[in-house]
């Protein structure tokens, strides 16, 4: 079956993982089978899938001065935790009959591989989905820039940034009633009427690649294959 994208970089965060039970378990193991069971279907196609998890149902880097911890400190913890959640995530693919990696741009070497970009897209091209953990690596960098930088090193054809809403909308759709959403929208469009898709660096990283990004509400079943089968779900940003 020909898909519309052939490789791509999934985006999660990690608020996503803990589902919407209000309970002390950061990881949701029904949420996790749920990603499974979608990423299965698109891989099935022939589709290439690159996932990057957020850290934040973990640990979220937090103001020094409230929290007391130094700003890199705190951030080498949430990529910590974002390793934490890729193996939860591996976990629930494997049990879903799916080959997977786990690449970390922190070594330790115990658990994932080290981060290396050709052996990431080898692993791509022989169908196997890879999970790219600990970040940039680097302090003051958040897990969405993680995500554009790793999509333009693979060569994805797209970022799918997974969240709670169904796209982009002319103002927050959980605050305000009267909030309308976007089909699809320029990059210097989100700049100028200031809608927060992604942070800066990670949102200037894709528009200078020409790299499209589509927001769209990962907990809807089948959504991921309905966007590889051209269908229009979310909001496209190009």
């Not at 589902?19 to 290439?48: C, L, M, R, W």
């Not at 959640?85 to 922190?106: D, F, M």
């Not at 320029?186 to 898709?197: A, T, W």
């Not at 990004?213 to 294959?225: K, P, S, T, W, Y």
Request: proline share 3%; net charge neutral.
């Amino acid at each position: 079956m020909a898909t519309k994208y052939k490789r791509i970089l999934l985006k999660l965060s990690g608020e996503s993982l803990m589902g919407n039970k209000n309970s002390f378990d950061p990881i949701d193991s029904s949420i996790i089978a749920q990603y499974a069971k979608e990423i299965k279907q698109i891989t099935e196609v022939g589709v290439q899938v690159a996932i990057v998890i957020g850290g934040g149902n973990i640990y979220r880097g937090m103001n020094e001065a409230d929290s007391g911890i130094e700003r890199a400190q705190g951030d080498y913890m949430g990529m910590l935790a974002t390793v934490i959640n890729g193996i939860a995530v591996q976990s629930g693919l494997e049990k879903a009959g799916v080959y997977t990696r786990l690449q970390s741009a922190i070594k330790m070497e115990q658990i994932a591989e080290p981060y290396i970009r050709r052996r990431a897209i080898r692993h791509l091209e022989k169908g196997r989905v890879v999970i790219f953990g600990a970040g940039t690596g680097n302090p003051y960098f958040t897990t969405d820039t993680a995500g554009s930088l790793r999509a333009i090193e693979i060569q994805a054809d797209v970022i799918l940034k997974g969240t709670r809403v169904d796209g982009i909308y002319t103002a927050d759709p959980e605050k305000d009633p009267t909030a309308t959403k976007y089909n699809s929208i320029s990059f210097s469009d989100c700049i100028q009427k200031n809608l927060k898709v992604m942070d800066m660096t990670a949102f200037t990283l894709c528009m200078e690649n020409k790299l499209p990004i589509i927001v769209f509400d990962m907990n809807v079943a089948g959504n991921l294959l309905k966007i590889m089968q051209g269908e229009e779900v979310g909001t496209l940003v190009s």
